[in-house]
């Protein structure tokens, strides 16, 4: 589908977790309105095809397997992404991983990893990018929830917990930031079709839990990229501390 | 091939501020526009602007408070440009007065204009999008339906309403594919508070917003647009709040 326009041009996106599923696809989309992309995956195969694919959108890519959770490592990641493409002007907090266990089943170690990828390196992959965004008074930080952050699930409550954690930086840093014109939201996505739940719960469940939705279905990655894009651009510059959730109605809540 | 192609979209209260707004910026990206307005010259104005764009548009005079005319706005629009794909129940108007201040007719109209007069303005447009199994429906609430505010109660509860209607009508209509949604202005440099509120008295309202402004129109009309776009068609039953960090809530 053609844009109306090139909203992001010029812009230079960090997209964590962009090898593969919803990552991939907010790539491909902000390229698609004009951003260059920095592609950021531990997958390296995964993260290759990603940037392939922004480079045939014209825009230019820099790409990183930095582990999320070494926060050394992502600040002088951070300086060498920039120094080839420029400051960065959004970054996408997305990078992610699931895991369906009891409460019983969760180890300190699968608890330690599900924190340390999902809050600490959000919290510190902003910390990299909030001194220059301050300096230019400029920024966009879409932090990825989940609607399990907003609900709760009977199952994965350190994902949940972790993905309720995000929207608590979301609302903090909108707060602190604001005053640097840094705008922090959150996009809490519902049932989306990628790889990781198709492996974690199959076909079956995967469309039985769709008949539970009021729109009938899951969505495909690109669908929760309209939001991300849409935080990201200069659209919703009056907009901050606030989280959109693609979710089919499956959770209407809040106001 | 801009997002709104071809689209249809009724826009009450479109003679002005934030509803001609929408109405700009939705014709910028394709859609036809019915505009209507209770203000005539307003309303011709707002169209002249569509017409700019080069889109068609349909213009109707109609009280929001008049259940006849609401629906006879529906019905003259669709028959004019073609079946509506896109509802955006923006027509509204403030009132600051304090609870016991609010007589029975400020009461009713209050209620009429938002409530009633969106509920029959879905009505009216519903079955031919149950028909095509598509459409996109965005109520125009405001902050204060969110968190209420020390001055017009009446204006308060109805823009709450509103938010009720959109979650109800977002599952009630899923099953044909519609997305109701609404989006909740925080302070806008509209007709509305421009008015209302002296230069000092604003200036000092923005600076309790974290970003130390309102807004300008257009920035409400880019949540809108985005609603209405095949971009959100996995979004239903949501509310999207521009306000400058003013309220942070819920999720």
């Not at chain 1, 997305?94 to 600490?120: P, S, Y």
């Not at chain 2, 009132?95 to 009461?107: P, S």
């Not at chain 2, 007069?117 to 902050?143: C, D, L, T, Y």
């Amino acid at each position: 589908m053609e844009r109306p326009s090139m909203k992001l041009a010029g812009k230079v996106a960090w997209i964590t977790g962009s090898g593969r599923g919803m990552g991939r696809a907010h790539a491909e989309l902000l390229a698609r309105y004009g951003a260059d992309i920095i592609v950021h995956d531990v997958l390296q195969d995964e993260a290759a095809i990603t940037a392939k694919s922004v480079e045939k959108l014209g825009r230019r890519v820099f790409v990183t397997h930095t582990d999320i959770t070494d926060t050394a490592g992502i600040r002088a990641m951070v300086a060498e992404a920039e120094s080839a493409l420029g400051p960065i002007d959004i970054l996408v907090n997305n990078a992610g991983i699931g895991q369906h266990l009891a409460i019983e089943d969760i180890t300190l170690a699968d608890f330690d990893r599900m924190f340390d990828i999902h809050v600490k390196g959000s919290f510190f992959c902003g910390q990299a990018v909030i001194p220059g965004m301050k300096e230019r008074r400029r920024g966009k930080i879409v932090n990825i929830s989940s609607i399990w952050g907003m609900n709760g699930a009977n199952t994965a409550s350190h994902y949940c917990a972790a993905k309720t954690a995000i929207l608590g930086l979301t609302k903090a840093w909108a707060k602190e930031l604001a005053p640097w014109n840094i705008h922090v939201n959150s996009v809490c996505p519902g049932g989306v079709i990628t790889e990781m739940p198709i492996k974690v719960q199959g076909w079956d469940r995967i469309r039985e839990k769709e008949q539970k939705v009021p729109l009938k279905r899951w969505a495909q990655p690109e669908e929760v990229s309209g939001a991300v894009a849409f935080l990201a651009s200069a659209e919703a510059d009056f907009i901050t501390g606030q989280s959109i959730s693609p979710n089919g109605g499956e959770t209407i809540v809040g106001f | 091939m801009p997002l709104l192609e071809g689209k249809i979209a009724l826009i009450t209260g479109s003679g002005d501020g934030m509803g001609r707004a929408h109405a700009i910026l939705m014709a910028e990206r394709g859609a036809d526009i019915v505009v209507s307005d209770i203000r005539a010259e307003p309303a011709q104005a707002t169209a002249e602007e569509v017409r700019k764009r080069g889109r068609r548009v349909h213009v109707v005079i109609a009280d929001m408070a008049d259940v006849a005319q609401v629906k006879n706005m529906a019905e003259e629009g669709a028959a004019r440009l073609g079946p509506i794909d896109i509802l955006v129940n923006n027509a509204g108007y403030g009132q600051r007065l304090e609870t016991m201040d609010i007589t029975e007719e400020d009461f009713d109209r209050m209620f009429a204009v938002h409530v009633r007069g969106s509920f029959f303005a879905a009505q009216a447009v519903i079955p031919a999008m149950k028909e095509r199994r598509r459409g996109k429906i965005i109520n125009i609430s405001s902050m204060w339906g969110m968190t209420g505010a020390p001055v017009a109660s009446h204006y308060c509860a109805a823009k709450a309403a509103l938010l009720g209607f959109t979650k109800a009508w977002a599952k009630e209509l899923a099953p044909w594919n519609i997305h109701v949604n609404a989006v909740a202005p925080g302070g806008v440099r509209s007709g509305g508070p421009m008015k209302l509120d002296n230069s000092e008295i604003l200036k000092a309202k923005e600076a309790k917003v974290p970003l130390k402004r309102y807004c300008e129109p257009v920035e409400i009309a880019y949540a809108v647009a985005y609603l209405a776009s095949p971009e959100s068609d996995f979004v239903t039953g949501q509310v999207i709040s521009p306000n400058g960090g003013e309220v942070i809530v819920g999720y």
